[in-house]
């Protein structure tokens, strides 16, 4: 009940496309969703974060989208950059037991020049 | 202000050596949590340490231990090496760790020869 599944695996995108990554979840303990972008060799980094009392939020070209009802939500990246190449990880926290973050598989994005 | 600080960045050791990682937080957060990162598993929750107590615990055997200063850095010990120990080890720190976000430093690459 702890897993986040996430998909796809690899994505290959062109520059200026949109990308498109999507995680669920089972436990509804978690209240707490953020995505984590990571370049090799550097740890993740925050890229952007959503409580389950909003159902979309945006950063620049980055957004995400998220379903309570169907303990769904995915990350948007518009005009995607060859600098956005990296692996992206969904997570989502909760409280107690649920406190740390439970990492999805990752999706290894490449943008094409 | 700095990120969190991990050293060292790489070590090589042999099965059946114990090694000590190193883990200084952005300045101000409490809460220090580490995480496992392999090729085959991902990220995985070692544990959380608080004001100097472990808070939270992963699925992982005795051998991986931590602790936490009174100034917030924290430490973590892996004894009887095994190969399988081979991985990205990552700290991460927040405010006070409830559902807030958590920053990743670079990690520490342990190599089990």
């Known amino acids: 009940q702890q897993q986040v599944k996430q998909s796809p695996q690899s994505l290959i995108v062109q520059k200026g496309g949109i990308s498109i990554i999507n995680c669920a979840y089972e436990?509804?303990?978690?209240?707490?969703f953020p995505w984590y972008q990571q370049f090799p060799g550097k740890g993740p980094a925050l890229l952007i974060a959503i409580r389950p009392d909003v159902s979309e939020k945006k950063e620049g070209r980055f957004t995400i989208s998220f379903n309570k009802s169907a303990k769904q939500f995915s990350l948007h990246i518009m005009d995607s950059q060859p600098g956005d190449s990296a692996t992206y990880f969904c997570a989502a926290q909760g409280e107690g037991s649920a406190r740390q973050l439970t990492f999805g598989s990752g999706t290894q994005l490449t943008v094409l020049p | 202000k700095a990120g969190v600080t991990q050293t060292p960045r790489y070590l090589i050791k042999t099965r059946g050596q114990q090694v000590t990682l190193s883990c200084s937080p952005i300045?101000?957060?409490?809460?220090v949590s580490w995480y496992q990162q392999t090729p085959g598993q991902g990220l995985q929750f070692l544990f959380e340490?608080?004001?100097?107590?472990?808070?939270n615990k992963g699925n992982f055997p005795g051998r991986f231990s931590g602790r936490q200063f009174s100034n917030s850095r924290s430490e973590m010990n892996v004894s009887t090496l095994e190969l399988g120990d081979s991985a990205l080890y990552l700290c991460?720190?927040?405010?006070?760790?409830?559902?807030?976000?958590?920053?990743f430093g670079d990690g520490t690459r342990l190599s089990i020869l």
């Open positions: 436990n509804t303990a978690f209240d707490y």
């Open positions: 340490y608080f004001s100097e107590t472990q808070r």
């Open positions: 991460a720190s927040s405010p006070s760790g409830s559902n807030q976000p958590q920053h």
């Open positions: 300045s101000g957060h409490r809460s």
